[in-house]
C-alpha cells in the first residue's frame, strides 16, 4: 500500500520523472490512462535560486493531474532548502529528491547520483529540506554507484530517519546508467529495514513486468520511465492485469492514432502551436511503432509545425490501416 498522507493507493502506478518528456501535457495523457502518481522532470535548485523563467516553468503543475510531485535537485543545501521552499508555493503533492541522476556533470558535483558518494550529507540533506517544508518529501535514488558499493539498505535507513515519507529506488547502480537488469531483489530486503513507503523503479515495459514486479518483491508501487514513453496504455493495462488477470483492452490501431492526437493537442494547448509540434515529433516513432508503412507517415509529420495537417494525415492514416489487409503468401 503506498501512503504517503492522504494519498493511499494500493499498487499504485507512478509516471517517472524525466527530462523534456514529463511536461503538463503527457503527464495528463498517463494520467488519464491510468497512472495514481506522476512526476515533473527534475528542476534545478541553482537554476530556480537565480530566479530563471525557464527552470520555475517546468515545475508548473494543474489541478487534473494531482497527485503530482515537483523534483528537484542539486549538490548544495542552501539552494537545495530554498528550491524545495520554491516547489512548496507550487502547491505539488510532493516534493521529491533527486538522488538519482547517472549524468556525469551533474553526479561529479555532487547532486543526483553524486548524493550516494556522501550518504550522511544526502541525510542532512534530505532532514534540513523536511524541517522547512510542510509538504511530504520524498526521495529517488539508486541501488548505489557501482558493483562494488551497493548500499541501498544504509541509504533507506538514513532517508527514513531523515523524514522522508517514501522512497522510490532506480534498482540500477549509477555506472550502469540505463543499462542492464535491474536488480529488483533490493526492494525486498529494503522494505524489510523500512517503514515508509518503497517504490520500485527500472525495467517495466510491459504489463506483465508491473505485475511480475509486485508479486515478487512486495514494492508499495512501481515507477515506470521509458515504458510509457510512445506506449502510455502501459498504465491502462498494467491496471488489467492487476485487477483483472489480464490485459482485456489491448491497444488499438485507432487508440494510437487518437492518442498521438490527443497528447499533441494538449502540447499546443500548453505551448503554442509551432513549439508544441516541433519538439513532439520525438514521440512519432512509439506512437506509430510496428504500424504498416509507419515510417513513410513519420517522415511526412516531421515536416509539419501544425496541428491541422497532422489530423489530416494521421485520421487518413487511420483509414488506411483500418482498411489494410495483409496478402497472405
Ligand atoms: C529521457 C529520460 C529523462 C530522465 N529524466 C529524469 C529526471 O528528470 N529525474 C529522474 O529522477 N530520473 C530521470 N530519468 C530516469 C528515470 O526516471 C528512471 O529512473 C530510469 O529511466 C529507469 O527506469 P526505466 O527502466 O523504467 O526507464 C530519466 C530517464 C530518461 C530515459
Redesign the pocket.
Known amino acids: 500500500m503506498l501512503k504517503i498522507r492522504e494519498i493511499n493507493i494500493d499498487k499504485a502506478l507512478l509516471l517517472?520523472?524525466?527530462?523534456?518528456?514529463?511536461g503538463i501535457a503527457f503527464r495528463r495523457i498517463c494520467k488519464e490512462l491510468g497512472a495514481d502518481i506522476v512526476?515533473t522532470?527534475?528542476v534545478n535548485s541553482d537554476g530556480l535560486i537565480r530566479d530563471n523563467e525557464k527552470t520555475k516553468k517546468k515545475m508548473e503543475i494543474t489541478e487534473n493531474e494531482r497527485p503530482v510531485g515537483i523534483?528537484i535537485?542539486g549538490g548544495n543545501l542552501e539552494p537545495m532548502i530554498e528550491a524545495a521552499r520554491i516547489s512548496e508555493r507550487m502547491n505539488p503533492d510532493i516534493i521529491?529528491i533527486?538522488a538519482?541522476?547517472w549524468v556525469k556533470k551533474i553526479a561529479k558535483r555532487g547532486a543526483?547520483a553524486g548524493l550516494l558518494k556522501d550518504p550522511e550529507f544526502m541525510e542532512k540533506m534530505v532532514s534540513e529540506i523536511v524541517k522547512v517544508v510542510e509538504k511530504p518529501v520524498t526521495v529517488?535514488t539508486r541501488i548505489g554507484w557501482d558493483s562494488n558499493s551497493i548500499m541501498i539498505e544504509e541509504i533507506a535507513q538514513r532517508v527514513e530517519d531523515a523524514g522522508a515519507e517514501a522512497l522510490t529506488i532506480?534498482c540500477?547502480t549509477r555506472e550502469m546508467g540505463?543499462k542492464g537488469d535491474?536488480q529488483w531483489e533490493w526492494i525486498a530486503k529494503v522494505k524489510e529495514k523500512i517503514t515508509i513507503p518503497v517504490i520500485l523503479?527500472?525495467?517495466?515495459?510491459t504489463p506483465e513486468d508491473v505485475r511480475d514486479a509486485f508479486e515478487q518483491t512486495g514494492a508499495d508501487g512501481v515507477?515506470?520511465?521509458?515504458?510509457a514513453?510512445g506506449n502510455p496504455w502501459l498504465f491502462r493495462e498494467a491496471k488489467e492485469i492487476l485487477e483483472k488477470g489480464s490485459v482485456l483492452s489491448p491497444v488499438s490501431i485507432e487508440d494510437r492514432i487518437k492518442t498521438t492526437l490527443l497528447h499533441l493537442k494538449y502540447e499546443i494547448e500548453e505551448k503554442g502551436e509551432r513549439r508544441g509540434t516541433i519538439p513532439f515529433r520525438k514521440y512519432y516513432s512509439g506512437y506509430l511503432k510496428g504500424l504498416h508503412n509507419a515510417s513513410g507517415v513519420r517522415s511526412q509529420l516531421m515536416q509539419f509545425v501544425e496541428y491541422e495537417p497532422i489530423e489530416e494525415l494521421l485520421l487518413e492514416y487511420l483509414t488506411y490501416l483500418q482498411n489494410y489487409e495483409p496478402i497472405a503468401i
Do not use: S, W
Open positions: 517517472a520523472p524525466m527530462e523534456d518528456v514529463t512526476f522532470e527534475f523534483q535537485y521529491d533527486n538519482g541522476c543526483g529517488k532506480h540500477r540505463h535491474p523503479n527500472g525495467g517495466l515495459f515507477m515506470i520511465a521509458r515504458g514513453i
